[in-house]
T-cell receptor, first 115, second 113 residues
Framework: GAGVSQSPSNKVTEKGKDVELRCDPISGHTALYWYRQSLGQGLEFLIYFQGNSAPDKSGLPSDRFSAERTGGSVSTLTIQRTQQEDSAVYLC?????????????FGPGTRLLVL | SQQGEEDPQALSIQEGENATMNCSYKTSINNLQWYRQNSGRGLVHLILIRSNEREKHSGRLRVTLDTSKKSSSLLITASRAADTASYFCATDARGTGRRALTFGSGTRLQVQP
């Protein structure tokens, strides 16, 4: 694809509900990253995929957060039993390889609001 | 405090002026990158500087890196109203298996027309 796409663009949910956020990386990119950005803050790393495996999940804030990637392409970030503090913009990025210095290309993000 | 702190937090200048933003980090790095973000959405990669480089140019952008001081600066020359955005530095740590970038909290640049 032309760029990284994410869906939905915006999601409003009630506290306690589960949400799924989707990321379509650039075609052929083997590495995929999820970040979270709270209002007015920098990005916080959540999880990184190399192919379909996740060598680094260290940023997931709790066991309510999980992610998977299938076919070396699309990734889904799932947040179970959402809490108000989960409200943030969730950004996905992909890079051609996971080598150091590879540019990460970001999607437009999903703005999540938990009421 | 977190890796990759930018200063100032906010900067307001007139069109045509130069804008300088600084970034400090704490650990040894392989590379440092600068990103731009409009309206709190997707980030756009601007420039990457490797740890063995001291200065890099790209159009109106000039980036410097001082690994002894663990700091970098981004200079935007002849600013335009369209440069209004938030600017983030991001580093990848040397000596770890970590592939994710560590971002600072950003500098919000406002260019007045």
């Amino acid at each position: 694809g032309a760029g990284v796409s994410q869906s939905p663009s915006n999601k409003v949910t009630e506290k306690g509900k589960d949400v799924e956020l989707r990321c379509d990386p650039i075609s052929g990119h083997t590495a995929l990253y999820w970040y979270r950005q709270s209002l007015g803050q920098g990005l916080e790393f959540l999880i990184y995929f190399q192919g379909n495996s996740a060598p680094d999940k260290s940023g997931l804030p709790s066991d309510r957060f999980s992610a998977e990637r299938t076919g070396g392409s699309v990734s889904t970030l799932t947040i179970q039993r959402t809490q108000q503090e989960d409200s943030a913009v969730y950004l996905c990025a992909s890079s051609l390889t996971a080598d150091r210095g590879e540019t990460q290309y970001f999607g437009p993000g999903t703005r999540l609001l938990v009421l | 405090s977190q890796q990759g702190e930018e200063d100032p937090q906010a900067l307001s200048i007139q069109e045509g002026e130069n804008a300088t933003m600084n970034c400090s980090y704490k650990t040894s790095i392989n590379n440092l990158q600068w990103y731009r973000q409009n309206s709190g959405r997707g980030l756009v990669h601007l420039i990457l500087i490797r740890s063995n480089e001291r200065e890099k140019h790209s159009g109106r952008l000039r980036v410097t890196l001082d690994t002894s001081k663990k700091s970098s600066s981004l200079l935007i020359t002849a600013s335009r109203a369209a440069d209004t955005a938030s600017y983030f530095c991001a580093t990848d740590a040397r000596g770890t298996g970590r592939r994710a970038l560590t971002f600072g909290s950003g500098t919000r640049l406002q260019v007045q027309p």
